[in-house]
């Protein structure tokens, strides 16, 4: 744990309110001190998890009126009582916090990121016939090693061939190898100008980055996920996965 900076000094930083040359200060041993940095990662989670619950509002009003009840008199016997209450209330809500951050933090992994993923369904854009038709058949049935098998003998692979060949690899746990077909998507795409499957390919990527310990890389997927509104996966992820994903990065 750092010694030079107090609780309230980091809370301070992460809020914006920390004075200029405290600021640059902290901010320059940041760059080399691992315990200050873990530390401010720590305070960064507990704070998202704050204003994720919505429990932010309701125990900083409690003790800021349990504050300022102290320095009132005692004639108001009834109000004391009342203002008591608010402040027992805000220290109970403070440890429920704290206990529900402790069950997230060790709770969380990349499993528990993807798990309420919807399943995998094969968006069929028009009828196949041949080697893609086999190909398509065989990822409906589950059969995700004959996937691979029968992609091998496929001459031209389009969008929807890479699509089969990610989602099986990545059925397999394939994270690499998943990767490799669904990011050939979107170069196809942006040498023709297409969209073909580019919701998709957002999407299973955060798992595919999630198997291979890509956090970052999983986070800036599920971003852009939710901050576009007509993605089709849009409502699939939100702040909780994003606290997840600091979490992830704080226990890898």
Known sequence: ?????????????LYGE???????????????????????AALQISRAAVELAGWKSVIAQSQKEFLEEREETLNKPIQ???????GRIA???????????????FSTSPESITESQIGYSLPVLRSSTGELAALEQAYLNGEYEQVLELAKGINSYEAKTYLLIGLANLELKNGQAAEEF????ESEN?????????????????NAYLIQGKITEAEERIVKITKD??????????????LKVQILKIKN
């Not at 200029?20 to 315990?35: M, P, Y």
């Not at 004391?80 to 608010?86: D, E, K, M, P």
């Not at 669904?182 to 998507?185: A, P, V």
């Not at 089709?232 to 702040?239: A, I, S, V």
Request: glycine share 4%; proline share 0%; charged share 25%.
């Open 18 to 40: 920390l004075s200029e040359e405290r600021k640059s200060q902290l901010e320059e041993n940041i760059k080399t001190d691992l315990a200050l940095q873990e530390e401010l």
């Open 1 to 13: 744990m750092n010694e030079n900076y107090s609780l309230e000094e980091l809370e301070a930083y």
């Open 91 to 105: 220290a109970s809500l403070t440890l429920l916090l704290v206990g529900t951050l402790a069950v997230l933090f």
């Open 80 to 86: 004391i009582g009342i203002r008591v209450w608010l």
């Open 182 to 185: 669904l990011t050939r998507i």
């Open 190 to 206: 942006q040498t023709s100008s297409s969209k073909d499957f580019a919701d998709q390919v957002d999407y299973y990527l955060v």
């Open 229 to 242: 509104q007509n993605h089709t996966y849009h409502d699939n992820f939100g702040q909780l996965d994003l």
